[in-house]
Structures are given as structure tokens and as C-alpha cells.
């Protein structure tokens, strides 16, 4: 039976624990972008390394974090999420410390599989703890919120980045975290209560194979234009991905307590969630690095300029992510996630009709930057809402570590994909070319994504459960709520 309930309000969401899980969350999305503003800084520092050895200080944090998270969210519901983000914290800070004092180029690798082993700790536990503290009501608007942050983070990375190493050096791209990982430690001790769903250990053997298999497609993505998408190493990687796979699925559906949890994939809204994620990651971590590189090489900015350049659209989302998750949640997900993609992809197609080689930002440039900002805020949180809409509590962490993988492997396709795109131009020409068919890919990815999140049921009860507006239907199982 349906009837009336209140909306949901400000008071429904528990603003000290939102406050502790997405700081840390800022601070893990931040280094996915921030040091690819420090990487010609760090080149320089290491000039006897090449650039394809130093390349792995952005390979080695996306391939061991995209790796770990399953298994990590898994443990994080099993074991208590409070516990492991306490240990996640504690790692990631330890691995940011190893980068900023790394005397050797070695050690800074190093130092960034450590980070990436925190943070693969951290974003599920995060998200859970969250969750778990939070009003039915509210969930999906303080998701949406969570997700706009995190969004917000990993665009705001090249422009706090450009400032960090202007003022101290790409060091500081570090030593950022330690202050906000000290505050995030404290307060989590104080405001934030232990969740632990409890049960058998999970299949570590599980999540060994899983994590393999997306070491190993993340590897190999990365490093398909380095060492030639034929050569030996990239086919092997390929084969073990095909060969992990099947092994990872059947213990998934044999053992009592799997790494993965294939119920969350009964659910249609969280299919469709974490599918329109990898295709949207793939043309918002392409545009980003493809923005700073147009900024820097074509129009000449210097790394501080274009950092600026790009803030506009980043204050956006801020402004907006958390109207879109109200929006989201009165509407239903798949209208807001539609008109987020299309808003995006004008942008992108914007820069392809408009931008040339002379600079002119107000009227060449911001129009796009807004129209991308804009579509940003009502796509990047409603997708993080979508991919848990509807689980049940001890789901929370599993699911929120799918759809950060499914994150996680699109930005490296995004990132491979557009390298392979711009290369190396010969002339100015040609790179104001290359970079309009790099935006146009985009506008195809995020196109994509609204096309398969236009499939989003839309019937009310979709949006009454993440609302809190439907009540007395107890035998309606989530996975068949939520569609």
C-alpha cells in the first residue's frame, strides 16, 4: 500500500558523518587527478628516468586501486566499515608521506601503490558508513552529495594542483592529504559508529582472482600504447583477464561468503548504474586530462593559468550536485542522468565548433566549461546514487565498490584512449585537430551513458523508495524495488 510520507530534509542527513567519510573521499578522488598536473614537475625532478618508467606513477595508483576495491568493499561489510576506513586512512596517509619525501623516482611508485592500497580501503567504507548512518529519506540526496564532492575533487584536481606546485612544488600534491587525513582520523573516532554486518570471512581466495583479473585489463589498458596493443605482455595480460574471469564468477556463485555478490546484479537500477559509469568515466577522465593538455600546449597557458581556467565549471558542480540529487529522487534517475549526458556531450561539441588556436576564454571556452559543469552536477552523484539504490545495508560497501570500479576502469580506458588520440602532433594544426576528434570521443562516451541510463525504469516506486514515500509493502525485496 502507497501513501504520503514526508519529503526528505536537511535534518535527515547526519552532517558530522557526512562531513568525516567525504573528506576522506575528496582526498582519495583528488589524487586521481591532481598529479597528473604535477607530472612535468615530477619529470623534471627524475630527469634521468624516462618518461615511460615515470608513467607509472599514474599507472601503478590506477591499477592497484581499480584491482582492490571488490574485495575491499567486501571486506569492509564484513569485517566493519569503521575499522577499515580507519585503516585505510592510515595507510593512504602513510603512502602520501613516502611520495612527498621520495628521494628516488622508485619510491615515489612505491609510495603510490601504497596510496592506492588506502584508498582502495577507504571509498567503499566511506560510502557504507554513510549509508548505514543515514536516513531512508535522505539516502539518495546525501548519495548524490557524496558523489558531487568526489566529482567535484577529481575536477578541481588540475587548478588546486596548479596552485600546490606553483606555490611549493609537486611535493605538496602530497602533503596536502596529511592534514586532512589527521582531522578526517580524529573526527571519524568521535561522530562516526562502528557497521559491521558480520557473517563468515569472506572467499580471500576470491578476492585474490578478481583482483587479478582487474590488474590485469587495467594494465593492460594502460600500457597498450607503450608496449604495443600486439606485443606478448599485453595479449597475456589479456588472456589471464579472460582466463580469471569465469574462475572469479563460479566461486562467486559456489562459496558462502563470495567476493563478489552477484545479488546486487539482480537489481536492473544498479545494472544499469554501473554500465552508464564506465561509459561516462571514459569521456569525463579523457576531458579532463585532454582540457589541461589543450590549455598548456595549444593556447600556451602556463600550468597555473589552465588550472584556473578550468575552475569554473568544478564551482558548478558543487553549486548544483546536491539540487540534482533532490531532482533525481522526485523525478527518478534515468530523466536527470539523460539530461546530464546530453548537457555534457553539447559542451564537448561546443569546444569541437568553437575553439581554435587564438585564446579566448569568455567566449570560446567558459560557455563550454559551463555547459560541462552543468551536466557534470546532474550526472556524476546521480550515477553514485543509482549503483545503490535499493540494496539492503549489508550490500552498501560491495555495491559502492562495484560502481568505483566500474569508475575506476573507465577513466583508464578515458585516459588511454585519449593519449592515443592527441599523441604527438607535429604542428599546432594538426594538435587543434586531434583534440577536437578527442572531444567529439567524448561527447560519444557520455552519449552513450544517457542512452543506456534512458532505460532506467520510471514507474513511482522507484523514486519512492530512495525517497522514503512508499511504506507497508514488507514482503517487496529491494533488488525487486529497486527495478
Same mark, same amino acid.
Given at each position: ?44 625532478? /627524475? ?5 615511460? !618508467? ?27 566499515? #569503521? ?22 623516482? *622508485? ?8 596510496? %592506492? ?18 536516513? &531512508? ?36 600534491? /602530497? ?13 571519524? #573516532? ?27 585489463? %587495467? ?21 589471464? +583477464? @579472460? ?54 600546449? =595549444? ?11 578550468? +575552475?569554473?565549471? &568544478? ?17 527518478? $534517475?534515468?530523466?536527470?542522468?539523460? %539530461? ?10 561546443? $569546444? =569541437? ?9 569568455? +567566449?570560446? *571556452? ?15 552523484? =546521480? ?27 573507465? %577513466?583508464?580506458?578515458?585516459? @588511454? ?26 561527447? =560519444? ?5 544517457? !542512452? ?5 525504469? #520510471?514507474?513511482?516506486?522507484? @523514486? ?20
Amino acid at each position: 500500500m502507497l501513501r504520503r510520507m514526508k519529503q526528505p530534509s536537511s535534518a535527515d542527513v547526519p552532517w558530522a558523518v557526512f562531513a568525516v567519510t567525504v573528506a576522506a573521499a575528496f582526498m582519495v578522488a583528488l589524487d586521481l587527478s591532481i598529479v597528473n598536473v604535477a607530472f612535468p614537475s615530477i619529470e623534471r625532478s /627524475f630527469p634521468d628516468v624516462s618518461t615511460a !618508467a615515470l608513467s607509472w606513477v599514474l599507472a601503478a595508483y590506477s591499477v592497484v586501486f581499480g584491482a582492490l576495491l571488490l574485495g575491499a568493499g567486501r571486506i569492509a561489510d564484513r569485517s566493519g566499515r #569503521r575499522r577499515i576506513f580507519l585503516l585505510g586512512l592510515l595507510v593512504f596517509t602513510v603512502g602520501s608521506l613516502l611520495c612527498g619525501i621520495a628521494p628516488s623516482a *622508485w619510491l615515489l611508485i612505491a609510495g603510490r601503490v601504497v596510496q %592506492a592500497i588506502g584508498a582502495a580501503l577507504l571509498m567503499p567504507a566511506s560510502l557504507a558508513l554513510l549509508l548505514t548512518a543515514t536516513a &531512508p529519506a535522505a539516502r539518495a540526496q546525501a548519495v548524490a552529495m557524496w558523489g558531487g564532492i568526489s566529482a567535484l575533487a577529481v575536477a578541481t584536481g588540475p587548478s588546486l594542483g596548479s596552485v600546490l606546485i606553483d606555490a611549493g612544488g609537486w611535493r605538496w600534491a /602530497f602533503f596536502v592529504n596529511l592534514p586532512i587525513a589527521l582531522v578526517a582520523g580524529v573526527a571519524t #573516532r568521535r561522530v562516526v559508529d562502528e557497521s559491521v554486518v558480520g557473517g563468515p570471512v569472506p572467499d580471500l581466495i576470491g578476492v585474490a582472482v578478481i583482483s587479478g583479473a582487474v590488474a590485469a585489463v %587495467a594494465l593492460a589498458i594502460t600500457q597498450g600504447g607503450e608496449w604495443g596493443w600486439s606485443s606478448g605482455r599485453i595479449v597475456g595480460l589479456f588472456v589471464l +583477464t @579472460a582466463v580469471l574471469t569465469p574462475i572469479a564468477v563460479r566461486r562467486s556463485t559456489t562459496h558462502v561468503a563470495p567476493a563478489i555478490d552477484l545479488e546486487l546484479f539482480r537489481s536492473r537500477t544498479v545494472v544499469l548504474a554501473n554500465a552508464a559509469t564506465l561509459l561516462y568515466a571514459i569521456g569525463f577522465f579523457g576531458m579532463l586530462l585532454a582540457n589541461v593538455l589543450f590549455l598548456t600546449t =595549444v593556447w600556451g597557458y602556463s600550468t597555473l593559468a589552465a588550472g584556473l581556467a578550468i +575552475t569554473p565549471g &568544478p564551482l558548478l558542480v558543487a553549486v548544483l550536485s546536491r539540487p540534482s540529487g533532490r531532482l533525481a529522487a522526485r523525478v527518478g $534517475y534515468g530523466p536527470v542522468l539523460v %539530461a546530464g549526458g546530453l548537457t555534457f556531450a553539447a559542451g564537448l561539441l561546443f $569546444y =569541437v565548433q568553437v575553439v581554435g588556436l587564438e585564446a579566448h576564454y569568455v +567566449t570560446h *571556452w567558459l560557455p563550454g566549461a559551463l555547459l560541462v559543469g552543468l551536466g557534470v552536477a546532474l550526472s556524476f552523484p =546521480v550515477l553514485s546514487a543509482a549503483a545503490v539504490a535499493g540494496l539492503p545495508q549489508e550490500r552498501f560497501g560491495m555495491g559502492g565498490a562495484v560502481n568505483q570500479t566500474a569508475r575506476q576502469i573507465g %577513466a583508464v580506458l578515458g585516459v @588511454a584512449v585519449l593519449i592515443a588520440i592527441v599523441g604527438p602532433p607535429a604542428s599546432l594544426d594538426e594538435a587543434l585537430s586531434r583534440f577536437h576528434r578527442a572531444w567529439a570521443f567524448g561527447a =560519444v562516451a557520455v552519449l552513450a551513458s544517457a !542512452a543506456v541510463s534512458a532505460f532506467h525504469r #520510471r514507474p513511482s516506486l522507484v @523514486a519512492a523508495l530512495a525517497t522514503g514515500i512508499v511504506a507497508g509493502a514488507p514482503g517487496l525485496a529491494p533488488a525487486e524495488a529497486a527495478g
